[in-house]
């Protein structure tokens, strides 16, 4: 889709936003977190139209990644799910971003004989949702000029960049004979790593 993967990440992260995008999505409630927000454990239950009859599903954050990934887990009386949004710029052109949507659908015990024909409709729903997002995304009216990205964005990588170099560094020390022999004795200074 077109638009940065930290903007679209932000608006498809957003479960409110779900009804714009998800077809067959009547109406999101946030039950629990900061609205807007995509933070683990925020709570929603969604109330939607699949196959013609209305169903009402709880959703929660399980995983999240910022910019990166957003997991939730799902159950309603008939089924439990998990849906992962995975997002990365698209690395031929930093104006899109690769959206990857996987789904594993389990219905409950007195739906189960009916697996294989919902487990067909429904898998037709996350591409149809894809091409929605696409299309909104063109638009001119795009929603994601109105998303400000925050600096706690960029001080998450520079957290993630600094603990990668002490990692790095560590690292060093341990496959260096010499370095390690320093390090167990407690005598190793350390300029002397490079």
């Known amino acids: 889709v077109r638009?940065?993967?930290?903007?679209?990440?932000?608006?498809?992260?957003?479960?409110?936003?779900?009804?714009?995008?998800?077809?067959?999505?009547?109406?999101?409630?946030?039950?629990?977190?900061?609205?807007?927000?995509?933070?683990?454990?925020?709570?929603y239950t969604v109330d939607r139209t699949i196959m013609r009859m209305q169903h009402t599903s709880t959703y929660e954050i399980i995983d999240v990644v910022p910019g990166k990934k957003v997991v939730y887990s799902a159950q309603s009386p008939v089924h439990t799910?998990?849906?992962?949004?995975?997002?990365?710029?698209?690395?031929?052109?930093?104006?899109?971003?690769?959206?990857?949507?996987?789904?594993?659908?389990?219905?409950?015990?007195?739906?189960?004989?009916?697996?294989?024909?919902?487990?067909?409709?429904?898998?037709?729903?996350?591409?149809?949702?894809?091409?929605?997002?696409?299309?909104?995304?063109?638009?001119?009216d795009t929603p994601l000029k109105d998303i400000k990205v925050s600096i706690d964005d960029t001080a998450a990588q520079e957290s993630a960049t600094l603990k990668f170099q002490r990692l790095q560094k560590a690292y060093n020390v341990l496959r260096n004979p010499d370095h390690k022999r320093l390090y167990d004795s407690g005598e190793l200074v350390e300029e002397l790593v490079q």
């Open 81 to 140: 799910a998990v849906h992962q949004l995975y997002f990365q710029e698209d690395p031929t052109d930093r104006n899109y971003t690769n959206i990857r949507y996987i789904k594993k659908l389990q219905l409950r015990s007195i739906a189960g004989p009916l697996q294989p024909l919902v487990t067909g409709n429904l898998s037709k729903i996350p591409e149809e949702g894809l091409r929605n997002l696409a299309i909104i995304f063109l638009r001119a």
């Open 3 to 43: 638009g940065s993967f930290r903007k679209v990440f932000k608006y498809v992260g957003d479960f409110n936003r779900l009804p714009e995008w998800y077809p067959g999505v009547d109406a999101v409630t946030q039950t629990r977190g900061e609205e807007g927000s995509v933070n683990l454990k925020n709570t």
